[in-house]
């Protein structure tokens, strides 16, 4: 059982460059995340999605476009790195969104923006 | 003021040792109480989970949550080198349908053979 797969795990691209991070899991979870973690600033949340088709801003999304197209997928997308963007970016996934369903995390994708 | 504060350490005790790691937080209507480990270059990994003050035990691992005082904390016993991690502990609002975890910077601990 994978869990939550993350690809790439590493990338570099320079300012202006796009990319989509993929994050998929197979354990039915209707609620999926994207994080990114920052030294000396924890987990914050960019976007989440409560089912296929949906998508929400977290508390930072500015710069980061989300799509849901099936249950299994949640992508991340950068139009035009900026090099604040350079972090580790964590999906996570839950069965549902209330206080009792964990969140289970894929092992991240390092990013750097040049 | 923060709505979740931790300690990011670091943190070194030696092996053996009894672990103690907090967290304090401001928004009373937290409800669910967890604590994540994260191993270097790793996702965060689910260690415990609490709802309402009391303890819960699982193994070598005590979670503690007094929301009079809000404040929580992570005990662990007979610490080994293996449990050299970063320890994130997070919260979720009561009936969050958003699922929106608070998460603490986390606290970095080595235990040294």
């Known amino acids: 059982n994978a869990g939550v797969t993350q690809t790439p795990k590493f990338r570099v691209l320079k300012t202006g460059q796009s990319m989509t991070l993929l994050c998929a899991q197979d354990m039915n979870h209707e609620y999926m995340y994207w994080y990114r973690q920052d030294p000396g600033m924890g987990l914050r949340l960019i976007h989440y999605?409560?089912?296929?088709?949906?998508?929400a801003k977290g508390e930072v999304p500015d710069g980061y476009n989300v799509s849901r197209l099936k249950k299994q997928n949640f992508l991340l997308g950068l139009e035009s790195a900026a090099p604040s963007q350079t972090s580790v970016y964590f999906c996570?996934?839950?069965?549902?969104?209330?206080?009792?369903?964990?969140?289970?995390f894929g092992d991240g994708t390092r990013l750097s923006i040049l | 003021q923060k709505e979740v504060e931790q300690d990011p350490g670091p943190l070194s005790v030696p092996e053996g040792a009894i672990v103690s790691l907090n967290c304090t937080y401001s928004n009373s209507a937290f409800q669910y109480f967890m604590w994540y480990r994260q191993y270097s270059r790793k996702g965060p990994e689910l260690l415990m989970y609490?709802?309402?003050?009391g303890n819960k035990e699982d193994g070598r691992f005590t979670a503690q949550v007094d929301k009079s005082s809000k404040y929580i904390s992570l005990f662990i016993r007979d610490s080994q080198p293996s449990d050299s991690a970063t320890y994130l502990c997070?919260?979720?609002?009561?009936?969050?349908?958003?699922?929106?975890?608070?998460f603490g910077k986390g606290t970095k601990l080595s235990v040294k053979p």
């Open positions: 609490t709802y309402s003050s």
């Open positions: 999605s409560v089912g296929e088709g949906t998508t």
């Open positions: 997070a919260m979720i609002h009561y009936g969050g349908s958003q699922g929106n975890l608070i």
């Open positions: 996570a996934s839950s069965r549902q969104g209330n206080g009792n369903q964990p969140q289970h």
